[in-house]
């Protein structure tokens, strides 16, 4: 009865590659997030999403590609992986724009 | 620069002690929140104050937007080792986007 669902939880992978992070939330919210929290734990908003159009992108490099093919799903693809790309990533779900966000458990993404 | 700062940034103390955590900015905020996180896990939000000198309790905890909404404190009574996580405070800006501080790490020793 898991919320909200990430996969993977840990993904290790080499500079250069490209790789998926899946979410999805089974709340039936209209809105969903991913945050990035760096390794100091400061957790910043990248994007959010309501109703399968995007409405948030925060100044976050174009090789992120959040990709939403449901309300119940938002993917984030990134292209061309940096080291500085190493961190959690965070996807959140919540019924409207300023209501609770819940929060899945994060993907500790590590870029070597 | 964070439009949230939080202090302090590390708290280690004994169990049964009292401490505060406090959530400062310049700017004003239509509401705040705050989350604990534990490890591994993302944040919980524990609670969220929207009119200014507002003060909810929850068990030992006790949260209080500033009269201005510009700032917020977490007091805990009688702290235990199951407080223990990382602290984060929350606010919502323009577009209804929420911003979050840099947190406290609170670590109570039994």
């Known amino acids: 009865d898991t919320a909200v669902s990430q996969t993977p939880k840990y993904l290790v992978t080499q500079m250069g590659n490209d790789k998926s992070i899946k979410c999805e939330q089974n709340?039936?919210?209209?809105?969903m997030y991913w945050y990035k929290q760096d390794s100091k734990k400061f957790l910043k908003i990248m994007f959010s999403y309501n109703n399968k159009e995007l409405i948030i992108n925060e100044t976050v490099p174009n090789r992120f590609s959040p990709k939403s093919p449901d309300k119940a799903h938002l993917n984030l693809h990134i292209n061309s992986l940096e080291l500085g790309d190493s961190a959690v990533y965070f996807c959140?779900?919540?019924?409207?724009?300023?209501?609770?966000?819940?929060f899945g458990p994060g993907t500790r993404l590590t870029v070597l | 620069t964070q439009l949230l700062e939080q202090s302090p940034q590390f708290l280690s103390i004994q169990e049964g002690e009292n401490l505060t955590v406090y959530c400062n900015s310049s700017s004003v905020f239509s509401s705040l929140q705050w989350y604990r996180q534990e490890p591994g896990e993302g944040p919980v939000l524990l609670v969220t104050?929207?009119?200014?000198?507002e003060v909810k309790k929850l068990k030992r905890l006790t949260f209080q937007f500033g009269d201005a909404r510009k700032d917020s404190s977490l007091h805990i009574t009688a702290a235990q080792p199951g407080d223990t996580g990382l602290y984060l405070c929350?606010?919502?800006?323009?577009?209804?986007?929420?911003?979050f501080g840099g947190g406290t790490r609170l670590m109570v020793k039994p």
């Open positions: 959140a779900s919540s019924h409207s724009s300023w209501s609770t966000q819940y």
């Open positions: 104050v929207v009119t200014g000198g």
């Open positions: 709340l039936g919210h209209d809105t």
């Open positions: 929350a606010g919502f800006r323009a577009g209804n986007m929420l911003t």
